[in-house]
């Protein structure tokens, strides 16, 4: 069976990379440097592949066409593409994906009762483009990108991120062959309302609620907020936090390490960055 190495929680968001200079320099500081922290922890776990849960921004797909979960089987995916990279001011680079394992997951998942769509061709802007920028920025670690609709009402439940967690746990554990390495990175959030009435708005209330409850081990309980209170407490970018709910449901009863917590105005996000114990 496989091993679970190394858990990582981090936010994203376009004005990281493409507009750093206009926040705080000790906040931008404290973020980056808590960043830093984490892409030398998840060297040192010497990942095999990196499975990436995290949420497309229409870049991949529409209204009209807005799959629930959504697993990338490509053999490389562009990080950013060269349009994301003049817009988010970072490289344009292709990332090599783990296609042989995502084309296991979904074949897994129809087992298990995920029926998980899955794309072969996918990119990426700030959604993983700016994580991987600070945290794989020599492009070394194969990655599996799983998408959850975070943006499109109606959205997966909660729980039912927290079970995908627990599904990727299993088939790491089950079908995978002993000596691989697996690690997990969720990407999103925390709180943040954008385009809507309240834009720029950050809620540190809900994001300490969020880590606090990461911190003490209780991330399971994350699974059980409702549309409403998210959307609410967090705005609607806030919903991006089933994305670090999947990886807790990786890692049930895990506590996590804050490295970084920054409400930064000017990147319109609530910013945390937190290393899971495995």
Known sequence: MGAIVAGCLTSHAPNITAKP?????????????????????????????????????????????MPAVCVGVAASYWAPSKGGAAFLKVPARQIPGA?????????????????LAYAHELEFW????????????????????????????????????????????????????GAERVALLGTGGISHWIGVPGHGRINPEFDQRVLDAIREGRGESLAFLTHDEIETQGGNGGQEVRNWIAVLGALHGKKGEVLAYEPVPDWLTGCGAVWMDV
């Open 21 to 65: 200079v206009i926040a705080d320099p000790r906040q931008r500081e404290r973020f980056v440097a808590g960043l830093e922290t984490m892409r030398r922890r998840l060297a040192a776990a010497r990942p095999d592949v990196l499975v990436v849960f995290a949420n497309d921004h229409l870049q991949n797909f529409f209204y009209d066409n």
């Open 126 to 177: 700030d959604d993983v483009s700016v994580p991987l920028h600070f945290l794989l920025p020599d492009a070394s670690v194969p990655i599996v990108p799983i998408l959850t609709n975070c943006v499109a009402p109606p959205l997966p439940r909660p729980r039912r991120s927290y079970e995908l967690g627990a599904f990727v746990e299993a088939f790491v554990d089950d079908a995978r062959p």
């Open 99 to 115: 296609r042989d394992w995502a084309k296991a997951l979904v074949q897994a998942g129809l087992e298990r009762g995920f029926d």
